[in-house]
């Protein structure tokens, strides 16, 4: 199975920050990557998929980047609704598996 | 619009059973692989299953297999999951979701929740 290993754990920003988080994959999966964004009692939202790939309706200070291992999710200016858990995704292979979820906090 | 409406959990005992259902809308339900996802209490999301367009295929994480059973029904636009011989670590909010052609999800329902307790 592909581990995927999110870090942070946790982060706090503050509105207009730059944050980056990353995403590490054991083994190559190419660029099937997806990043999700999920808020307490909310279905996850997805956010990037094909590692880079903004899906429609996604603010454009959502960005992915990344290919092979090692992936990452920027958010270039914090603002308010962002605040929320983000969590990787690999689908190049059965069992899919998603990271451990990162959880962005207000500071 | 495009629409995932789950329904069927409840609270069962330990060695239970659940049918889960996933009403499709809004799309060519037969168009398209469709998964179970799941998040226990406080816990990130885990994949549970996969099936494809005609249903020939199925994927399962292995805590699961041999005790759930995706399914569908192209004819009814639905999505099922037979959860059998639960256990207390299955209890978790179970999302359906629609993949796109790179495989992310990008249509969730809203999750039905399934309780295991005695």
């Known amino acids: 199975d592909i581990q995927m290993t999110q870090s942070p754990f946790s982060v706090s920003a503050s509105v207009g920050d730059r944050v980056t988080i990353t995403c590490r994959a054991s083994?190559?999966?190419?660029?099937?990557l997806a990043w999700y964004q999920q808020k307490p009692g909310k279905a996850p939202k997805l956010l990037i998929h094909a590692a880079s790939s903004l899906q429609s309706g996604v603010p454009s200070r959502f960005s992915g980047s990344g290919s092979g291992t090692d992936f990452t999710l920027t958010i270039s200016s914090l603002q308010p609704e962002d605040f929320a858990t983000y969590y990787c995704q690999q689908v190049n292979s059965f069992p899919i598996t998603f990271g451990q979820g990162t959880r962005l906090e207000i500071k | 619009e495009v629409q995932l409406v789950e329904s069927g959990g409840g609270l069962v005992q330990p060695g239970g059973s659940l049918r889960l259902s996933c009403a499709a809308s809004?799309?060519?339900?037969?168009?398209?692989?469709m998964n179970w996802v799941r998040q226990a209490p406080g816990k990130g999301l885990e994949w549970v299953a996969s099936?494809?367009?005609?249903?020939?295929?199925?994927y399962y994480v292995d805590s699961v297999r041999g005790r759930f059973t995706i399914s569908r029904d192209n004819a009814k636009n639905s999505l099922f999951l037979q959860v059998d011989s639960l256990r207390a670590e299955d209890t978790a909010v179970y999302y359906c979701?629609?993949?796109?052609?790179?495989?992310?999800?990008?249509?969730w329902g809203k999750g039905t929740t399934v309780s295991v307790s005695s």
């Open positions: 083994q190559g999966i190419s660029s099937w």
């Open positions: 979701g629609r993949p796109d052609g790179y495989r992310a999800t990008d249509v």
């Open positions: 809004g799309f060519t339900f037969s168009n398209y692989w």
């Open positions: 099936i494809n367009k005609d249903g020939s295929e199925k």
